[in-house]
Each structure stands twice: as structure tokens, then as C-alpha cells.
């Protein structure tokens, strides 16, 4: 149970009540989450401080053992379904009141709680993200360990990438490096290659790797609960000119964009910087993400680094950079460095791997 | 594309238009569904028949590559966020007036656009389920075919089981005997042994089989998109007078339930002719989930075995029924067959694996 996370939550809420259901943002303030299934359950904090879990009596079991007496959980069963969470709620004093949700809410469920009980519904997923958006001197320091188990994998897997490989295969490699680390739990990454790689978003992992492959590695570890996520473009055996020439644009945009995130910067301009040196060829249209997203406990939090986002930068925000060109059915780049504004209020890039430009020959030697 | 199913999804709406995000529901219809993060993308179904899908450009070549032209596509970037989908959505229709949501619609993203675009919500999810709550013959048969699959593996698997093997290997045992099967995808299911037959609920696979373990095996497999779900309670080397007593009382407790399915039955009765044989021993209670629920396309669908739901059986109608004995820390047992109200009107037993006492011994001789 993160108390002080709790009590800060508590402290910021601007509702009467939040509901946490099951999912990442539960684990992280109780250390665990069963499984949501489509019986409502989900964990209350209510905005004197008290918190009590309601759930079907099918989860009763596991949500003791888990939670112990750290609150009371109230339950309910399926012969009894919603008028039974109508009564325990009202109970519990959530009536004609306000209630923010968080991400994982079901919205067919809530409704229902929603029109019984008269609650006015918000959207609690930025209070939940705001609450460790910044992180700790301690959080920042494992979140440096994180970024290096990462970087460690980048020259053992260009050692280990060569024609006849699946992407698959690739990502096992990486997994299996990062999680020799005590502490250290990945399940490999992203690896697109050829025109696999002109899609920012590609989830496959059957693509067997062939010469003059272009290939975006994006992966990273959870160390002690706290994330990394990189991302590096290697070339298998040759490299065309147009590449090279794209290869500098993608770095030139990642440092672009890495020198605008100072403390104060705002978000807008940071994705603008970016996307600046990607216009010198007319390529900012084929970078259809945004150029960064906040992480820690989780890989995609607070803050989000697009134009929509009109804040500033402040000390302990962690946050990536990763511009990339894509040209779908062809070929695609990405390099994404994590990057905080630390104690000092300086801006620290996490990952040190290197980001020279490599063209992976050494199986035909 | 399900037109058909389309057509009469079309043809039950009573709000001016649906919204199915990715998931179950989607696949149903269209045949695919991506995977859903935090931004937002959903099928919009209107009342006047048309649809359109809205997504962040991110995922617009997955989408067009799966969907063709079957409905104009509509994206938006991460640089515009929500405003772009209001405005999208006013273009298309879709303010001031009432929209539907399916089960994995994402409430922290449909609130704001509610807000935005003045649309009374509602929870679309009954009426997904009442699209297919009746199965066609051609269904039946799939039907009728995954269960013959599913009925299969149990003189197998008991042939299999023994002290010394993990729960996740007979599992495995059991995915690999129904995988074997063309047109059959499955991946196993729960095997709970000893003390974890006690919560029905388990999700391990980690415990190893003992000499004198109760076993809970409750499994099925996707044949042609149509599912089978089934359990049996195996005994391993021994078994006790207790146990042979409550073996009988959940047999018979099942039987009743299917006896009561009939064409027109109340459903509330259903779940009390099972529960009143548990009661004969005052062990109702100890069921603690619903006694049956309907299942199809999905596992989980239309119509729900519970005291909560005041309708009648209709032909065409699949559902399982599967009372159990649930002692925690101790042992449990259940047993359940998939049954449908058939073309005729008559209730037929899809699972047709023997259920009667089984005490595995063979690895002694």
C-alpha cells in the first residue's frame, strides 16, 4: 500500500470520491489487481481519506489475501448483481455526489451506478497521473538503473541480429538480457524490420530478417516496478544513401527535441522542435505520433509530449523523445531517448546507448 | 463483415446511433479488431444503417489493410487529440443526440466527448448480446461441434493426469488435444487441484498434482469462432465418503438445472431448481457465482443464469449449467455441460463426456 501516494491523492482530488478499477493504476497504489472481468468491482477513496473495495464475492478470496485489512471490501453476488452494489454504495455514502473514474472503468457498468445514484461522473485519469508525475530523488534513481539495463541490451543484440532471424527471435534476445538483471522483469519490445518498420505501431514478430534490412528496436524493463523504453534503428549488412541521409535527419530531430526539454520548456515546443528539423525535407507529416509520452510506473503516463499538452516542464517529470520518420510499405526510423528533468532541475538523458549510425556486417566476416 | 447481424443490430437500435470500440464485439461484426490503448477509436454504428470508423492515424493502415472500404475510415492525429474526434463526429452526425456504448468502451474518453458534443448515453452492451442471444441452426451445429470437441479430451486427459504434473501442464494437455482438431483454437483452461478447486475462480497453473487431490477441469475451444465450455471433477488415487456425498449432490444439483431449462422457463427458476438440491445439505451458499451463463460467439454472452434476470427461455438459446461446491482452503467440485434450446424446441445436452465418478488410478497398476 503506497500511503503517501494515497494521502496525496486525497489531498488533490476535487471530486467527493474516486473509483480505481482493476488494472495498472490499482496495482500501483495497493501493489496488487485481480483481473476485471465484466462484474463490477473497483476500489474506493473517498475525499475524507476512508476507502473501502466493492467486488463480487467470486474475487472475495484473492482481494483478502492480497489486501488484508488495509480497508473493508464489501461484496456482492451474482444472484443479487447491481441493486446489491446500489445498496452497498449508498451505504457507504456514495449518493448525489461527484465521482471520478479512472482509465480502466467499465462505462456500461458505471452508468448504471451513475443514473441509481444520482453521481456526477469525471474523467479521473489525469489526478491519477498527476499524483507522481514528478517523481522522487529515489524514484528518479531507479529509473536511471532502468535506462541502463536497457542501454546494456543495445551492442550484445547488434551482435546477435543477422539475416535468417525472425523479429521474434530478436525480441526473445533482448527479454532474455534484460531479465539476467535481478529485479528486472521485460518481455523484449518492438522489433520492425524492413517495411515492418514504416509503421510506428507494428506488433508483429514473424518476419524473418533479411539483408539490407532496416530495423527499429524499441524495448526497455520494468526495474523494481520502474520503467525504460528506448529506441534504436539499425541497418543489417548494407544502407541505401537515402537512408543515411534520413538516418541524420531522424538523430538531428531526437537532439532537437531533447535540447528544447528544459525545465519550463513548453510541451508544444518541444514536439515543435522536433518536428522542425523533420520539415528541412518536408517529413514532420510521417512522424503520425506524438513526439514523446511521460513514464515511470507505467510505460505511457504523464506528461505527454504533443501539441495538445499546454503545460510546462518541471523538476522530476521523466518523459521520452522519439521522433521518427515512416513511410508505410517501405522503410522507417525511430530513436527515442528517456529523458528527465532531474533534482538539479537540468535536463539528464536516461539512455547512453549509442546512436551512431550502424550497419551490422559482422556475420559476413 | 456480419451483414446480416448489422442489419439487425440496425433494426433493435432505439438510440440514434452505437459506438463499438475494439474488442469482442467489434470482431464479432466486422471480422477484426485492433488492440485498444488510451486513444480513442471506435466503430460508429448510426440508426439509418450507415457506420464509420474514427482512430487515431496511428492505426489507419491496420485498419484499412482489415476493413477495405466496407465504411469510410476517419482519423485523427496525437498533435490534435479530442478536439479533432468532435469535430469529426459533429461532421458525421453524431451531437445532441443519444449514442449506445459497448462493453470495452473507455469511459475517461467517452465522457469528455459526451460533454462536448451533447450526447445522451447508454449502455449498449444488453443489446450487442441480443443480436446473437438466439442462435441459427447453422450456429447450433458449430456449436454442437466445439462441444464434441471439448467432450474429446476428457477420457484423454483423465488418461493423462497423475501425481507429479503441474495444473498448467494438463492444461497444456488438454489445448494441445483440441488444437488438434482443424478449424478448433484453444488454449486450455482451468485446472484446479487440491485446495484450488476451492475457489471457482482460479486462475494458476503452478501447483503440483497429489495423491488424493480433488481436480476441477473446466475447458473449451473456439471451433469456427464458436465456443464449448465444459467442466468435470476428477479424483486422483482416492477419494473420501465426504467427498463421494457432495460428488452426488452436485451431480444431481446439475441435472435439476437442466431439467428445469425448458423452452419458456423462467430463468430465476433455473438457478433455484440447482440451488434447492445444494440445500438439501445446506451448501447453496457455497456457490458463489451465477449457475450458468449464456455463451456463443463469446464465452461469456446472453442469457445470464441468475435470480437477476426475469426472462424466459427461447429456442435457440445456449447457455451452460454449472452449480458447484466450493469449500475454501479445502476442496471444490462442479460439474457443467453447455445446453441449448434447440431447433425443435427441446432442450439438448451439447456435452455428452461421461459424469459419473471418476477415481484415477490408472498409473498405479
Redesign the interface.
Known amino acids: 500500500m503506497r500511503e503517501d501516494y494515497l494521502k496525496k491523492l486525497v489531498g488533490m482530488m476535487d471530486t467527493d470520491a474516486i473509483l480505481i478499477s482493476p488494472g495498472e493504476e490499482l496495482l500501483f497504489f495497493t501493489g496488487f489487481t485481480p483481473?476485471q472481468?465484466?462484474r463490477f468491482q473497483a476500489l474506493f477513496v473517498k475525499k475524507d481519506g476512508t476507502m473501502f473495495y466493492l467486488a463480487?464475492?467470486?474475487?472475495?478470496?484473492?482481494l483478502r489475501a492480497a489486501y488484508g485489512d488495509a480497508f473493508p471490501i464489501h461484496v456482492w453476488?451474482?444472484?443479487?448483481?447491481?441493486?446489491k452494489v446500489y445498496e452497498i454504495l449508498k451505504a457507504q455514502g456514495i449518493e448525489n455526489c461527484s465521482l471520478a473514474?479512472?482509465?480502466?472503468?467499465?462505462?456500461?457498468n458505471?452508468?448504471?451506478i451513475a443514473d441509481n445514484l444520482n453521481l456526477k461522473?469525471?474523467?479521473?485519469?489525469p489526478l491519477l497521473e498527476e499524483v507522481r508525475i514528478r517523481k522522487s530523488h529515489e524514484e528518479l534513481e531507479l529509473m536511471r538503473r532502468s535506462a541502463e539495463i536497457a542501454d546494456s541490451v543495445f551492442d550484445k543484440v547488434c551482435g546477435f541480429i543477422r539475416p535468417g532471424l525472425t523479429e521474434g527471435e530478436v525480441s526473445q534476445f533482448m527479454a532474455d538480457v534484460m531479465n539476467s538483471y535481478p529485479d528486472s522483469h521485460s518481455r523484449g519490445g518492438l522489433v520492425a524490420s524492413g517495411p515492418n518498420s514504416g509503421?510506428?505501431?507494428y506488433?508483429g514478430k514473424d518476419r524473418v530478417i533479411e539483408e539490407g534490412d532496416c530495423i527499429v528496436l524499441d524495448y526497455g524493463t520494468s526495474y523494481k516496478g520502474m520503467r525504460s523504453d528506448m529506441s534504436r534503428t539499425v541497418f543489417v549488412g548494407s544502407i541505401t544513401d537515402e537512408q543515411r541521409e534520413i538516418y541524420d535527419l531522424v538523430d538531428r530531430s531526437q537532439l532537437a527535441g531533447q535540447a528544447a526539454a528544459v525545465e519550463g520548456a513548453w510541451i508544444p515546443d518541444i514536439?515543435k522542435a522536433g518536428r522542425d528539423v523533420l520539415d528541412e525535407k518536408g517529413l514532420a507529416h510521417t512522424l503520425?505520433?506524438?513526439i514523446g509520452h511521460g513514464i515511470g510506473y507505467s510505460v505511457?503516463e504523464g506528461p505527454?509530449i504533443?501539441?495538445?499538452n499546454f503545460r510546462r516542464l518541471e523538476r522530476g517529470m521523466c518523459f521520452s523523445i522519439e521522433p521518427g520518420v515512416y513511410l508505410?510499405g517501405k522503410w522507417g526510423m525511430r530513436i527515442e531517448n528517456i529523458v528527465c528533468i532531474n533534482e538539479n532541475g537540468e535536463t539528464e538523458v536516461l539512455n547512453k546507448a549509442d546512436r551512431s549510425l550502424r550497419v551490422l556486417d559482422w556475420y559476413k566476416k
Open positions: 483481473m472481468c465484466e463480487n464475492i467470486l474475487y472475495e478470496g484473492e453476488h451474482d444472484n443479487e448483481g447491481l441493486p473514474v479512472n482509465s480502466t472503468a467499465q462505462c456500461f458505471v452508468f448504471h461522473l469525471s474523467d479521473g485519469k509503421y510506428p505501431h506488433m514536439d503520425v505520433n506524438r505511457h505527454y504533443t501539441q495538445q508505410p
